[in-house]
């Protein structure tokens, strides 16, 4: 039997490390928003301590079944009025670290699923 590997045709996350994820090639230092679509934009958060409602409206948007909502070095939760756009439109949202955050959006999309990763990269002091 012949074995041929995988073939990934959406976005993937090839490394990460603290402060950084790579995606095709590319080293992003700043918050992003990936989507198992092809679609990306940078996510204009700096802090967790700065998030808005409308944050979490611009993921909304991307019709997903679900966000993966990468919290930094640590797992932190945004407040239920936070996401409430999410809820309002039926997509689930999980909080992790970013590590398992860029892990779990991997497995997803990789398998087909209609998913977001929006990983918080946290400037220096944030």
């Known amino acids: 039997m012949k074995i041929h590997p995988d073939i990934i045709s959406v976005p993937f996350i090839k490394s990460y490390g603290k402060g950084w994820v790579q995606v095709a090639g590319e080293q992003l230092t700043r918050s992003v928003v ?24 611009q993921l909304a948007q991307l ?6 909502f990468g919290t930094g070095e640590r797992l932190r939760f945004p407040a239920a009025s936070l996401t409430r756009a999410l809820i309002e439109c039926q997509i689930g949202i999980e909080s992790m670290d970013t590590q398992a955050a860029c892990r779990t959006y991997n497995i997803l999309a990789g398998e087909g699923r209609h998913v977001a990763v929006a990983l918080l990269m946290e400037s220096p002091g944030g």
Do not use: M, P, Y
């Not at 990936?34 to 944050?55: P, V």
């Open 63 to 68: 019709k997903t079944e679900l966000v993966i």
């Open 34 to 57: 990936i989507a198992s679509d092809g679609r990306r934009f940078e996510w204009q958060c700096a802090r967790f301590e700065d998030l808005t409602a409308g944050h979490f409206e």
